[in-house]
């Protein structure tokens, strides 16, 4: 049974970007944090995409990569007015279930939404609606399928106006239209280390695997969890309350020096920070963490914040 919708904002900063400026519009841009040679990309337009530039691209490969390509400070104020704009026209569809980042909203199917058929008219009539209230520089993908997990790695399958559904029958082995591990939400580059060490190469494998392989791989009940969702079966997420956060990320060789880590903690602390804005949060305090042969850990307290420009240069201390 159908039961879950996801839609996924195409572009994300760039296209809202290219809507409140007209002359960007078919242009190719990219969102930074901060706009340095070093900085690096958390949004780029479609026109820029196809130039291969996208999420976590260096400034200066941005530049070599994509000739002429516009690049700009991102601007968190206009994405928050945006988002809740967004919410507006999706409501006057469906009620909003949960919104989890700035560009995704998630909905719950009940009734005769629950019917493939018509769960796919709501889909387009939600892009109909945000296609008159927005310019056609910003699209959405949907994802609908039978839990938010599903759904949510549909909107993946199909970008720029996609739409997809995963039905019960076509659960797990749909996921393994995905080429790679690291393509499914939730899995990092140090979880598909761990799978690979049980092996597990391939998103195939992965969704053939028991129960209790999960369980071992994970090393407990999450892996179980795992092998439920990839099935379809709703998995209630436990509340907690929300303490701290942040992103990690495996450097790739070719990013283990100074300006390459810099870089990526500046992207990590861009997202970081956006989460914060997005849930009503401000920070108080700022940690930053190594992990390898040398591990280390530094901490310190701040002035109450939201901003990335606070937050910048003392990541990058």
Request: net charge positive; hydrophobic share 40%.
């Amino acid at each position: 049974m159908i039961r879950a919708l996801v839609t996924d904002l195409n572009g994300s900063f760039a296209a809202m970007e290219q809507h409140h400026n007209p002359e960007l519009r078919g242009r190719a841009i990219a969102v930074c944090p901060v706009l340095a040679p070093n900085g690096c990309v958390v949004a780029s337009s479609r026109e820029a995409k196809r130039y291969g530039v996208k999420c976590g691209v260096l400034v200066q490969d941005a530049e070599r990569m994509c000739p002429g390509i516009h690049l700009m400070e991102a601007t968190p104020g206009l994405y928050v007015s945006y988002q809740k704009r967004m919410r507006e026209v999706f409501e006057s569809v469906l009620p909003v279930h949960l919104e989890p980042n700035i560009d995704e909203f998630r909905f719950r199917l009940i009734g005769d939404e629950t019917h493939p058929a018509r769960a796919r008219e709501i889909a387009l009539d939600m892009k109909r609606a945000l296609r008159e209230a927005f310019s056609p520089c910003v699209t959405m993908s949907a994802g609908i399928g039978p839990n938010f997990f599903l759904a949510k790695a549909a909107t993946n399958l199909q970008k720029d106006d996609g739409l997809v559904i995963i039905t019960d029958e076509e659960a797990p082995h749909a996921l393994t239209r995905f080429p790679k591990l690291t393509d499914l939400v939730g899995i990092s580059g140090r979880m598909q280390v761990r799978l690979n060490a049980h092996g597990i190469f391939t998103v195939e494998q992965l969704t053939s695997a028991s129960k209790e392989k999960l369980r071992e791989v994970w090393g407990g009940v999450v892996g179980e969890r795992w092998w439920y969702q990839m099935r379809g079966h709703e998995i209630e997420e436990a509340k907690t309350k929300t303490s701290s956060l942040g992103h990690s990320h495996v450097l790739p060789r070719e990013r283990r020096n100074r300006e390459g880590v810099k870089a990526i903690a500046i992207r990590l602390l861009g997202k970081a920070a956006a989460r914060l804005r997005h849930g009503g949060y401000w920070a108080s305090g700022l940690s930053v963490s190594v992990s390898g042969r040398q591990s280390w850990e530094r901490h310190r307290l701040i002035p109450e914040t939201q901003d990335d420009r606070d937050l910048i240069p003392l990541v990058c201390e």
